[in-house]
């Protein structure tokens, strides 16, 4: 059976300039991604990274908002970009959103029930008014909303979290089996993000729903998705399950990307046992050849700015996009022993 749906070695490549009377330049903002949901299990997948990482370019593609340079989406088999009509109703039926501003989504010229009728409509989701009323009512409560603060209001009068809840709520209304969830809590207050993610959460288990959480933040990423990639200037860095990923980072990237996370009490660390990580000098200018974190990495070879390093697999499930891997396993924590050993003494 076909996976609900399958990124194929993702490619998007942005140009600028016509070439002749001005110069003509590439920028890559997502490389040789693949990745793979199905539909019996519902998982919680987090795809973390810096900004320009390639994040939200990548949650445009699996849309099909966002045609790839190269490569394939797969929507059970079939190509999104080459789906028909009926073919295209299936898949937004069964792959919904959560974008990052919770304002933009909404009409100000509407009331909210607006945001929660339309799919009810279009998608003949219930046979009565009475039903449908149901439906939401139902929608709204699962994400912790009551009706009486809520229906019959306009965006305006509405907080930021609540009308981000009300995003989760349209999109339960559909039963999808994923929802794509594009930094859905980056541009809420603190204190309502634990809430909002709470929701989230709550509906992918009571509900069997599938999320893909596309975030900047480590710390939520940890808090609710099982699994995690870390994506670098438009590759696969490291993935696997989030707790081994975050406790024991194999990557310098995602080794450096863990240690910078604040933490309430000063001088603690967030990795009890982890090789600590030098402050690199952000040299994000443009890489042709070679591995993208080169120029940042405390442990570069010269192999490292030739070749770009394939993804080796650790464990079951866990892989590492780095050069210090490119060995059997005994050699290879030896090898990085070695590295971490110097650098210890550097210090």
């Not at 919770?102 to 029930?113: M, R």
């Not at 969830?181 to 069997?208: C, N, Q, W």
Request: charged share 20%.
């Amino acid at each position: 059976m076909a996976p609900l749906l399958e990124a194929k070695n993702l490619r998007k490549v942005y140009t600028k300039g016509t070439g002749f009377l001005s110069k003509r330049s590439e920028n890559v903002a997502l490389d040789n991604f693949s990745l793979s949901i199905g539909d019996e299990t519902p998982v919680f997948i987090a795809i973390a990274g810096e900004s320009g990482s390639g994040k939200t370019t990548l949650a445009q593609m699996l849309l099909g908002f966002t045609k790839p340079t190269s490569g394939q989406i797969l929507y059970r088999g079939q190509n999104i970009q080459q789906m028909d009509t009926q073919q295209q109703k299936a898949f937004r039926n069964e792959v919904q959103a959560v974008f990052q501003d919770p304002f933009a989504v909404y009409n100000p010229f509407y009331k909210v029930d607006h945001i929660l009728e339309t799919p009810i409509r279009k998608f003949n989701l219930a046979s009565s008014p009475a039903e449908a009323e149901t439906k939401i009512l139902e929608a709204l409560s699962a994400v912790g909303l009551r009706p009486e603060d809520t229906l019959g209001r306009y965006p305006h009068q509405l907080s930021g979290g609540q009308r981000q809840r009300i995003t989760v709520a349209r999109t339960l209304l559909m039963r999808p089996k994923l929802v794509i969830a594009d930094e859905p809590v980056s541009m809420v207050d603190a204190s309502l993000r634990a809430t909002i993610l709470e929701s989230m959460y709550k509906v992918h288990k009571e509900f069997g729903i599938s999320f893909l959480y596309i975030t900047h933040d480590l710390t939520t990423a940890y808090q609710v998705s099982n699994s995690i990639v870390i994506l670098y200037r438009g590759i696969i860095a490291e993935a696997g399950d989030v707790e081994e990923v975050i406790k024991n980072p194999q990557h310098p990237y995602t080794q450096e990307l863990v240690g910078s996370i604040p933490l309430p009490n000063p001088g603690s660390q967030w990795m009890d046992d982890g090789p600590g990580t030098e402050a690199v000098e952000n040299t994000m200018h443009k890489v042709t050849v070679g591995c993208k974190y080169a120029t940042r990495c405390p442990h570069v070879m010269d192999r490292c700015r030739q070749t770009m390093p394939p993804l080796y697999q650790m464990s079951a499930g866990r892989t590492a996009a780095c050069y210090l891997y490119d060995q059997s396993p005994e050699l290879m924590r030896e090898q990085l022993a070695d590295v971490l050993y110097a650098q210890t003494e550097t210090e």
